[in-house]
T-cell receptor, first 115, second 110 residues
Framework: NAGVTQTPKFQVLKTGQSMTLQCAQD?????MYWYRQDPGMGLRLIYY???????DKGEVPNGYNVSRLNKREFSLRLESAAPSQTSVYFC??????????????FGAGSRLTVL | TQLLEQSPQFLSIQEGENLTVYCNSS?????LQWYRQEPGEGPVLLVT?????EVKKLKRLTFQFGDARKDSSLHITAAQPGDTGLYLC??????????FGTGTRLKVLA
């Protein structure tokens, strides 16, 4: 099925370890996003990529890096994980609808725990 | 920092009751969307509104975009247990960036 695929679904890290969250979409969308979701705080934008070859900071970029590998893939890297980065991470891609508005399609999420 | 405040944060109602959820900001948005999220899944789009004053209906759900494009409301008529979930509004201050509200967690009791 077409959509946004995230891996891994679950990950436990120790403080200071590094890891990369992978995201791929097969809908030929130009823009892709990484959000984190914490209890009571909705979704906060970490980084986004308006098109292949470009990335921009969102609301909470500190402690993260991203790579837009190609049009399909957008990865999120934690270089030195901290307990404050314990969260559920969502990747999304963007499509434009007939009204001209842009809407987001989300992956199922990656639950990360940092001990 | 642009913020979208949603109210109420939590809502527990009986099946058949009506409810309204609000999404407010001091910023103007080019468009605003409402999403619903079920446990263990990503948010799923319900509706997009792009014109100030616009009203859209989706079966028992009515969405309104404020005249000044700074706020929106979601009204559910005769709520059902299947409406249970986390409701999120999201605003696009520009072309590519999307800011989400704090969310309203709705529980409809049978």
């Amino acid at each position: 099925n077409a959509g946004v695929t995230q891996t891994p679904k679950f990950q436990v890290l120790k403080t200071g370890q590094s890891m990369t969250l992978q995201c791929a979409q097969d809908m030929n969308h130009n823009s892709m996003y990484w959000y984190r979701q914490d209890p009571g705080m909705g979704l906060r934008l970490i980084y986004y990529s308006a098109s292949e070859g470009t990335t921009d900071k969102g609301e909470v970029p500190n402690g993260y890096n991203v790579s837009r590998l190609n049009k399909r893939e957008f990865s999120l890297r934690l270089e030195s994980a901290a307990p404050s980065q314990t969260s559920v991470y969502f990747c999304a891609s963007n499509r434009q609808v007939l009204s001209g508005a842009n809407v987001l399609t989300f992956g199922a999420g990656s639950r990360l725990t940092v001990l | 920092t642009q913020l979208l405040e949603q109210s109420p944060q939590f809502l527990s109602i009986q099946e058949g009751e009506n409810l309204t959820v609000y999404c407010n900001s001091s910023s103007v948005f080019s468009s605003l969307q409402w999403y619903r999220q079920e446990p263990g899944e990503g948010p799923v789009l319900l509706v997009t509104v792009v014109t100030g004053g616009e009203v859209k209906k989706l079966k028992r759900l009515t969405f309104q975009f404020g005249d000044a494009r700074k706020d929106s409301s979601l009204h559910i008529t005769a709520a059902q247990p299947g409406d249970t979930g986390l409701y999120l509004c999201a605003g696009a201050p520009g072309t590519y960036k999307y800011i989400f509200g704090t969310g309203t967690r709705l529980k409809v009791l049978a």
